[in-house]
């Protein structure tokens, strides 16, 4: 049986309900690491009501569903000048970890970017998130430590 036969990538809504559930998502990801983050750094990295908005208008943002709940989200932003992604808010539920939702998530943001002629996509990540530089790593993406820079992480992957 496939782990993540369940698992349903689909583009996120721009309404309360998706808005709510990539909130959700998000935070709960992230809270473990809040005294890693400042104030704002933590804000921008979990959203609000009204950023989360905006990042659903600005980018393209994917959700993880099983039985139609939001288990997981992803955000790309696409610059079609410099022909490069940018990765942001890649979340899945605690309980959910380790069965998939994340490599789907990734693998569909970055068909979605290599389909629009993307060159190189980047993320940034901050040194707590060991785990998460270990997936990214494990699927083809390099680190740039800039400890200068808060203890942020560049990792990019070329295709």
């Known amino acids: ?18 808005a709510a559930t990539m909130l959700k998502c998000l935070a709960a990801a992230f809270e473990p690491y809040r005294n ?12 609000t009501n009204e950023t989360v908005h905006f990042r659903l208008q600005q980018m393209r943002v994917l ?6 709940n939001v288990v997981g989200t992803i955000a790309a932003a696409w610059h079609p000048d410099t022909r490069e992604g940018h990765l ?16 789907k998530l990734l693998a569909a943001i970055e068909a979605w ?13 901050t040194l707590p998130l060991a785990a998460a530089m270990k997936f990214y790593e494990k699927h083809g993406y390099l680190v740039h430590l800039d400890i200068e820079e808060a203890q942020l992480c560049s990792i990019a992957v070329l295709r």
């Open 36 to 47: 890693h983050y400042s104030p704002p750094a933590f804000a921008d990295t979990v959203l």
């Open 88 to 103: 942001r808010g890649m979340a899945v539920l605690p309980d959910w970890h380790g069965r998939g939702v994340a490599a």
């Open 113 to 125: 970017l290599l389909s629009r002629g993307c060159k190189r996509i980047t993320l940034d990540t």
């Open 63 to 68: 959700v993880a569903t099983v039985a139609g």
């Open 1 to 18: 049986m496939n782990p993540t036969a369940d698992i349903e990538i689909r583009p996120a809504r721009d309404d309360d309900e998706d």
